[in-house]
């Protein structure tokens, strides 16, 4: 389950964890929809993305500390996009989450670990 704590709602029932090099690799390519997915980092990065064979999505970036600190909106496939920050924790979800939720910048965000 994925939890905006700062507004107290509900962002997903449940995730897929990438953790591993292969799973990072495929992340949400070859999907027709999306699906919550959570990147887990061993150090804060920027990070280089690509939404190639990817359906359109929602970016949240977190920090160490679960804080959003960098959002990007119903990101269409086929395109690059580079963090402005350095990331912990990278959420990948379906498009309109983030204005379903109203998420913004600076709210916690908290889910259970798999």
């Known amino acids: ?6 507004r107290d709602i509900r962002i997903a029932d449940s995730y897929i964890k990438c953790d ?11 999907k027709s929809k999306a699906e919550p997915l959570i990147f887990f980092n061993k150090h804060e990065n920027k990070l ?5 064979f990817c ?11 679960y ?17 402005k920050n350095k990331v912990k924790y990278l959420l990948e979800l379906p498009a309109g989450t983030i204005s379903k ?3 913004e910048v600076g709210d916690i965000i908290e889910f259970s670990v798999l």
């Open 67 to 83: 804080k959003i600190i960098e959002i990007k909106e119903n990101w269409k496939p086929w395109g690059f996009y580079q963090s």
């Open 55 to 65: 359906p359109e999505m929602d970016l949240i970036f977190l920090n160490w500390n």
């Open 1 to 6: 389950m994925i939890i905006n704590k700062t």
């Open 48 to 52: 280089n993305l690509h939404s190639f």
């Open 101 to 103: 939720s109203k998420t």
């Open 20 to 30: 591993s090099f292969f799973s990072k690799l495929i992340g949400m390519m070859f």
